[in-house]
């Protein structure tokens, strides 16, 4: 629109864009919102593989990060090719984030598959977050597994809070939109797009990822300091406990 309003105040006004125009945009925006879900499913897949991995080397973190990488980038770029399957691309939309006429249908049962991510990604947070809990407690005395574990279990953990964090947005985003698209015909065309700006703002939401994310490590650290700020009073105190005693028992 910036482009329209300072190059082309010459030129007619079009109120319709061609579907084959709109491919360009239309992959980068389909790219974004797949990446947006596939990402957050493909970091808990792989913490979910160093919690319960025996032998969770750094050579084999970096293998499965680089393959979740690829394959949440491939897939991200081949959605669009996925629900625009052997679409003529012969009509006109209003904006390019309308789908074809052709391919509406699959553009909802995507909108359901990112319902149904949602979904998976905050069960799979919490059971991870529950079975790391109980790790703990059963490892408790032993104090190798312990520090073997210690970085999976914080990492993990700080991964499962962003995740949880950002279940509302997500649905929001996905089940909001598959409302109103299934229900499109029933309202206005102009309820319609005020409605749909809105959810379109909300995966701008995963710009607060890195934040989240700094919040949760200073927390953490916070966190650690105080309880070896704990234990070292409670070192203190005991030792002068001891010393008091055998203080009193010299006199």
């Not at 700094?214 to 234990?231: M, N, P, Y």
């Amino acid at each position: 629109m910036v482009y329209k309003g300072l190059f082309l105040t010459d030129q007619p006004c079009e109120w319709l864009i061609t579907e084959s125009d709109c491919v360009p945009y239309t992959v980068l925006l389909y790219a974004g919102i797949s990446g947006m879900f596939y990402s957050q499913t493909g970091v808990l897949i792989e913490r979910g593989i160093a919690t319960f991995a025996s032998n969770y080397t750094t050579t084999l973190s970096r293998r499965i990060g680089v393959t979740i990488s690829t394959v949440v980038v491939l897939l991200s770029f081949l959605t669009y090719r996925t629900i625009m399957w052997d679409d003529p691309l012969d009509g006109y939309v209003l904006t390019c984030f309308v789908p074809s006429a052709h391919s509406a249908h699959r553009a909802n049962w995507f909108l359901f598959i990112c319902v149904c991510l949602t979904f998976f990604n905050l069960i799979a947070s919490m059971a991870v977050m529950y079975y790391n809990k109980v790790l703990e407690y059963r490892i408790r005395y032993k104090l190798r597994e312990r520090f073997k574990k210690r970085e999976a279990i914080d990492s993990t953990h700080t991964i499962c809070i962003v995740s949880m964090s950002q279940f509302i947005l997500t649905l929001s985003y996905s089940l909001g939109l598959l409302l109103l698209r299934c229900n499109i015909n029933q309202m206005l065309i102009s309820t319609f797009l005020a409605l749909v700006v809105w959810i379109y703002t909300v995966p701008y939401s995963a710009l607060l990822l890195p934040v989240i994310l700094i919040f949760r490590i200073r927390a953490t650290k916070v966190l650690r300091i105080r309880k070896i700020q704990d234990i070292t009073t409670i070192q203190t105190d005991h030792i002068e406990q001891i010393q008091n005693i055998w203080n009193t028992s010299n006199s």
